[in-house]
């Protein structure tokens, strides 16, 4: 029965292995997540290939969670209903599930798989643009920070504000807005309502940028950075913001 189980748990991570290595269609990873996830979970209550799913008020509401099998820190969240990214319009309606709020409690997960404590501010949860994306269906990646990308918020943390404004300096080469939160939780915040509304986008104009949120302190307060980049900003600027994060986290102890 044990071989048998790990047989099924292996066929079901396969697809997942390949979408998320980028080996895979663009629906792919909705496909798992409605198809596989969901099935499973159905007829089991085990979600395998994904680690959660959670739905207090239906799939419409819904989220699931998958860790990436090549790497075991990167934690991805994945509404339970089709939408295709950024630029979906729910996003920007009143009452929508705080997609960034829960995908900042899989920081848990990532601190049970290191087997010990990890500091917020190492980590990091990106929602790349419709232009700098492999899979067209919502997802939101939390995992650690670039090195590089944490030494420069902390050196330019005191020039951030409550509203958005250009980094002093490009990061990563490209142009980034950034604004300060000060609160203990992401919940609550919504970046992705917070950028459409100071730069008046819609949700189709969305489609061209990328945001991101890092976890950091404001005079001793905790806080987050939020961060946005549009596609075409600079050159080679597909507004991936997941290029800030590492998958591998060699920021951590013990990973360098």
Known sequence: MVLVYSNLRRSLLLPG????????????????VDKVCMTHY???????PCQQIY???????????????????HFILVPTVALSGIESPLLLED?????????WLMR???????????DDDMLGMA??????????????????????????LLAERPYIQES??????????????ARRVVQPTAMGIY???????????????????????????????????????????DSGNRASVESLLDKECAILPGRG
């Open 164 to 177: 958005w404004r250009p980094l002093p300096d490009k990061l990563l080469r490209h142009t980034y807005y």
């Open 42 to 48: 159905q007829q089991t209550s085990n979600p395998a």
């Open 108 to 118: 848990n997960l990532l601190a049970y798989e290191y087997h010990r404590p990890v």
């Open 17 to 32: 292995i390949f979408l998320l290595t980028g080996c895979a269609r663009s629906d792919a990873l909705w496909g798992v």
């Open 55 to 73: 739905m207090p008020e239906g799939k419409e509401r819904g989220f699931s969670i998958i860790q990436n099998p090549r790497y075991p820190y």
């Open 191 to 233: 970046p992705v309502n917070s950028l459409a509304s100071h730069f008046n986008l819609s949700s189709q104009a969305l489609a061209e940028w990328g945001v991101a949120v890092v976890s950091t302190t404001f005079s001793g307060k905790p806080g987050f950075i939020l961060l946005a980049t549009k596609r075409g900003s």
């Open 127 to 152: 929602l790349n643009s419709a232009y700098g994306r492999s899979q067209n269906q919502l997802h939101i990646h939390l995992t650690c920070l670039r090195e590089d990308v944490r030494r420069q």
């Open 95 to 103: 009452g929508r599930t705080d997609y960034f709020g829960y995908a």
